[in-house]
């Protein structure tokens, strides 16, 4: 008791031992990296890294969760949660999230609302509204989300009139865009129901059927009680049309 299972740190040791003799006859895959990385032998937990300057309070009890890692926030979280909270529907349009070398972010100048690297979508709201909270003086952050808003929403009535337009001038010189989504689904859904609707017919008949036959059934079976009644009456003497039965000698 009291003595420290150091058996995590000798791994690469035991297996040296162990390649000497015929136990072992083939290099563990790890061998060569726990010998170049090995593992720390510091029996000291540190504290992790805070980040969050928050002041201090002088507690004489230890905290529960000092070796918990912290909460990684950032600014555009809150914002993110208020925008999506609000315009849940935008988290199902289609994204690309590619980019080409990963700077794309940089490159990007949210002084406007159009970027020229990237269509226009909920995450354009919360750099907008960032870029207004850390560049317009005196400027709160409802007055930025409401600036942001009105952009954004701006941005996508152009792009219905544009959608518009050009479905028009297409139907115009004799395109045919055939059936949309929602009449495929139509169909989709009409189809299951009367696949359904027959495989319910069906059942209801022989719903029907089973219960016929089991009041036949029951009918049968109440006329043949009926018969064995009458005969064990007549061997008991209990109908007098009856023929007499044997007589029983008493001794």
Same mark, same amino acid.
């Given at each position: 008791?009291?003595?420290?299972?150091?058996?995590?740190?000798?791994?690469?040791?035991?297996?040296?031992?162990?390649?000497?003799?015929?136990?072992?006859?083939?290099?563990?895959?790890?061998?060569?990296?726990?010998?170049?990385?090995?593992?720390?032998?510091?029996?000291?937990?540190?504290?992790?890294?805070?980040?969050?300057?928050?002041?201090?309070?002088?507690?004489?009890?230890?905290?529960?969760? +000092?070796?918990?890692?912290?909460?990684?926030?950032?600014?555009?979280?809150?914002?993110?949660?208020?925008?999506?909270?609000?315009?849940?529907?935008?988290?199902?349009?289609?994204?690309?999230?590619?980019?080409?070398?990963?700077?794309?972010?940089?490159? =990007?100048?949210?002084?406007? +609302?159009?970027?020229?690297?990237? =269509?226009?979508?909920?995450?354009?709201?919360?750099?907008?509204?960032?870029?207004?909270?850390?560049?317009?003086?005196?400027?709160?952050?409802?007055?930025?989300?409401?600036?942001?808003?009105?952009?954004?929403?701006?941005?996508?009535?152009?792009?219905?009139?544009?959608?518009?337009?050009? @479905?028009?001038?297409?139907?115009?010189?004799?395109?045919?865009?055939?059936?949309?989504?929602?009449?495929?689904?139509?169909?989709?859904?009409?189809?299951?129901?009367?696949?359904?609707?027959?495989?319910?017919? @069906?059942?209801?008949?022989?719903?029907?059927?089973?219960?016929?036959?089991?009041?036949?059934?029951?009918?049968?079976?109440?006329?043949?009680?009926?018969?064995?009644?009458?005969?064990?009456?007549?061997?008991?003497?209990?109908?007098?049309?009856?023929?007499?039965?044997?007589?029983?000698?008493?001794?």
């Amino acid at each position: 008791m009291g003595r420290i299972n150091l058996k995590a740190v000798r791994v690469r040791q035991t297996a040296q031992q162990l390649l000497e003799t015929p136990r072992l006859r083939t290099r563990p895959a790890w061998y060569d990296v726990v010998g170049s990385v090995p593992p720390t032998q510091a029996l000291v937990r540190p504290q992790p890294v805070q980040h969050h300057d928050w002041p201090r309070r002088i507690k004489t009890k230890k905290p529960s969760k +000092m070796y918990r890692p912290q909460r990684i926030d950032y600014e555009e979280d809150r914002l993110r949660r208020v925008f999506f909270g609000d315009h849940p529907w935008e988290l199902a349009r289609p994204r690309v999230v590619l980019e080409n070398d990963g700077k794309d972010g940089q490159r =990007s100048n949210w002084s406007r +609302m159009r970027q020229a690297e990237k =269509s226009v979508d909920g995450e354009s709201v919360v750099q907008r509204q960032l870029w207004l909270l850390n560049n317009v003086p005196e400027m709160t952050t409802a007055q930025a989300y409401d600036q942001a808003r009105q952009e954004f929403y701006a941005v996508r009535h152009e792009e219905e009139v544009e959608r518009r337009v050009a @479905k028009e001038e297409a139907e115009a010189t004799g395109a045919y865009w055939g059936k949309s989504y929602l009449e495929i689904g139509m169909q989709l859904e009409d189809r299951v129901y009367e696949e359904w609707k027959a495989w319910a017919l @069906k059942e209801t008949a022989a719903i029907e059927q089973s219960r016929g036959a089991a009041y036949t059934g029951g009918e049968q079976d109440q006329s043949a009680s009926t018969a064995d009644e009458a005969e064990v009456g007549a061997v008991l003497g209990d109908n007098p049309d009856a023929p007499p039965g044997p007589v029983l000698s008493q001794a």
